[in-house]
């Protein structure tokens, strides 16, 4: 059988479960932290204050709002397809928690005088395997709307579905430019590639592509069209409440980390910091959070920002301006890896 | 065709037209633009007034909760039942029935006072007639606005209850606010 994929760095099978629990303890936790500080800073940002009520600063707000969704009942139109609609949610969830395990946090740090990476895992496939979960990801999508036996869903779903797919090959042709400058597919690797240089400053074309793209997977402003609330009522979680809709909602909000985790780990040098600072070790996790969480800030910025894209004018972007620049962008990179080397 | 266009022309744009390089950087430069709005905002203290805590203030002739008024030195109350407040509610809201004053049990300053005097609040349009109407000046519009009760009954206010001194819950507008 030939080999599909090369693991970077292997450990014990119990350093890989407990790298599991922490990694998840802290990613899940930071879906909250990112809900609240969206919701505050949109509410800043259009002059008011956000939820402040529950706790100090409205600091218990997320808390309040899992425990309101998940003491609901379950229910579901009798027109929907029961299996599908109660799996749909979890493909969601599934693929962006599957995400989030490449993102690097550091590189092989000694705990204890044992060796482990700060990831979940090193795969020699990075992007390809983050690819391969964003393409699963939209059965979430898909199959949770056409399931409801809703129009509004049906539309929903269909808008998300032929969007998925249009900004997918424009955010994987904007990291092939990465992927040639680099020369590996690794993300550490990728990241220590970037000793030096940053690929946001050779690779700028690429960056915007891939941030315009990374908007349109996460489903958000301004390309939220598969929940246009003012057309589409909720998109494709019209139907859906309680813990079903919690999880749609967890996983928009892991997705937008995945993307700014993506997007700190290929662009922004990761866990390297600029002018030759060269922190101890332990360093290194909290400097990958600030970036993914100056990402974050610049995605509910956006959000707070930008109105919604026409459907027409969504697909016209993205075949007709976003396609070309990345094509372009992947073809300039090639000529002058070639060159240059 | 030349941009910006003239007084004259109404442009709709649709699309990043004309010529793509600077229609891109013109639709690039207004998303700048917008995103430093909203920063900017962001940074601004919010305009909410929280309300239960911070009430919104009126002005000094708005036309809040009904009160009646008594004399200051006799404590004799100006209201005299002449109903003419009744007369002029358009939404039929106020009650009045008046009986004689006599020398053991004096009332009003007039020959006669109100007995009964019943405003019913889920009715009232607050548009102020009565407090134009009454010749004693005995019934005016207050500043109280916060009127929501659990039951319509409890919404028919009595005499006692607009006589009663009322509690000053509503701030005043300040001169220039």
Sequence with gaps: MPTLAVVGFYEEWWIQILKAIVIFAVGLQLVPIVLLAERKLLGRMQARYGPNRVGPFGALQPLADIVKLLTKEQFRPSTSTGFLFALAPCISIVTAVAAFAIIPFGNVQHIFGTPVGLYGIDVSIGPLYLFAFGAVAFYGIMLGGWSSGSKYSFLGAMRGAAQLISYEVSQGLALVGVIFTA????????????????????????FLVFLVAGFAETNRAPFDLTEAD????????????GGRFASYYFAEYLNVLVVSGIVTTVFLGGWLLPFGIHPPGWVDPFVVLFKMGLMTFLFIWVRATLPRLRYDQLMSFGWKILLPLATLNALVTAVLVVVTH | MTWPPGDDVIQVMRTP????????????????????????????????????????PVYPRFRGRHKLHKFEDTGLEKCVGCSLCAAACPSDCIRVVAAENTPEHRVSAG???????????????????????????????????ELSDYTRSDLIFTKEMLLAEPLERTPLRREGE
């Excluded at chain 1, 003012?230 to 409440?241: D, M, W």
């Design chain 2, 17 to 56: 037209a004309p010529g793509a390089a600077r229609g891109t950087y013109r639709a690039f430069g207004e998303t700048l633009r917008g995103m430093k709005t909203t920063f900017g905002r962001m940074l601004e203290k919010p305009v909410t007034l929280e309300y239960p805590e911070e009430k919104t």
């Design chain 2, 111 to 145: 020959e006669r006072y109100a007995e009964v005097y019943e405003i019913n609040l889920s009715r009232c349009i607050f548009c102020g007639y009565c407090e134009v109407a009454c010749p004693f000046d005995a019934i005016t519009m207050g500043h109280d606005y």
């Design chain 1, 183 to 206: 020369g590996t597919l690794s993300l550490t690797g990728i990241v220590e590639a970037q000793q030096g240089m940053w690929y946001i400053v050779p690779q700028f074309f690429g």
């Design chain 1, 230 to 241: 003012a057309e589409l009522v909720g998109g494709y979680n019209t139907e859906y409440g």
